[in-house]
């Protein structure tokens, strides 16, 4: 049984129910006094948290530590709001039309960038972020359709050349944007440092991105509560995770709302327009890049994601705007993994 909990709310969707106690008794640990430690901090336009379970202040701070500086690396490195960032760097060549060599980090999201898009028709695209040109958060009437046709023209992962290390834009006014892939990722490589690091029992949290390190010390799961979209007090279902991650997608927080309707920030490659038909999404998967991905391509799929989601086998629940909730952690109330 999970330890008993407490509902600490979090961004995305995602509230983690975590021990009440601060320090735990392990048997498989002859005993040794473990005490949790919390590092919160903001990153990536999120609130995150890494949590940790550890025998000392000094260790446990000095992992946060290395684990928190990596998340902020990650942040500079591929911002699209720093001049000095390789996110700018590539945007700059792309907004010409040429090529550009790229480091081994940045080559591998551009590879799983390309799988996605591979695996969900086109729909999951590293280009279509230019399409926030005309959905910004205080938009309150919807775009024409000549100005969404014109910003489709620029959009399009088969526009683009890519074998690592040459990125070759062949059509200019492009770009990309790492924001579909790159918190996740940094959740996962931060959760990785902190294993490395001789840390067993913890978990990071980026935004309601959450990557386990290891269970409680007693051998319990992290409760995790899937937020009810419509419902900040509610929760739609809770998943207990010894390993792995979970991820979230959909219009919890960031939206605009025009004449009256709630329009999602995750926006279709295809037309330009906000998705509808599913509320919200969350998926636990081995790595939270998996997890978050998988999220957002069933966003992307509209009508279709419940569907997609059965089919690729993850651990999932989902609620549409009828407020109808569907998924394996529906059927069951709650999943251990």
């Not at 959760?191 to 980026?206: K, N, Q, Y």
């Not at 809770?238 to 004449?259: C, H, K, M, P, W």
Request: glycine share 10%; proline share 4%.
């Amino acid at each position: 049984m999970p330890v008993k909990l407490d509902v600490i709310p979090a961004e995305s969707g995602i509230q983690y129910l975590a021990a009440t106690a601060s320090a735990v008794h392990s048997a498989a640990e002859g005993l040794t006094m473990f005490t949790l430690y919390r590092y919160p901090f903001a990153a990536m336009g999120s609130r995150c948290e890494i949590r940790l379970y550890a025998r000392s202040e000094e260790s446990a701070a000095a992992c946060a530590r290395a684990a928190v500086n990596d998340v902020l690396r990650l942040e500079t490195k591929y911002s699209r709001y720093r001049d000095d960032s390789v996110t700018a760097a590539i945007n700059r060549v792309a907004a010409a039309g040429g090529a550009i060599d790229i480091d081994a980090e940045t080559a591998t999201l551009l590879d799983y960038g390309a799988t996605c898009y591979e695996q969900s028709d086109g729909l999951f695209d590293l280009t279509s972020g230019i399409l926030r040109e005309v959905w910004s958060a205080d938009r309150r009437e919807l775009p024409d359709t000549d100005t969404l046709q014109r910003l489709l023209a620029r959009v399009g992962w088969n526009k683009v050349r890519w074998q690592s290390p040459r990125l070759v834009f062949g059509f200019p006014g492009m770009e990309i944007d790492f924001g579909g892939v790159v918190k996740e990722y940094a959740a996962d490589r931060a959760a990785t440092l902190c294993a490395e690091a001789g840390v067993r029992h913890g978990l990071v949290d980026l935004g309601g991105d959450i990557k386990i390190v290891g269970p409680h010390p007693d051998g319990t799961p992290w409760a995790v509560g899937i937020q009810h979209p419509r419902s900040a007090e509610a929760v739609m279902a809770t998943v207990d995770l010894f390993q792995g991650a979970i991820a979230t997608s959909g219009d919890y927080e960031r939206f605009v709302e025009i004449d009256g309707r709630r329009y999602s920030h995750i926006l279709s490659p295809r037309t330009g327009m906000p998705v509808c038909g599913l509320a919200g999404v969350s998926v636990a998967a081995p790595e939270c890049v998996v997890a978050g991905s998988a999220t957002t391509i069933a966003m992307l799929m509209e009508d279709r994601g419940p569907e997609w989601l059965n089919e690729v086998g993850l651990p999932h629940v989902w609620m549409d705007h009828s407020l109808k909730v569907g998924g394996t952690f529906a059927a069951s109330g709650a999943l251990h993994s």
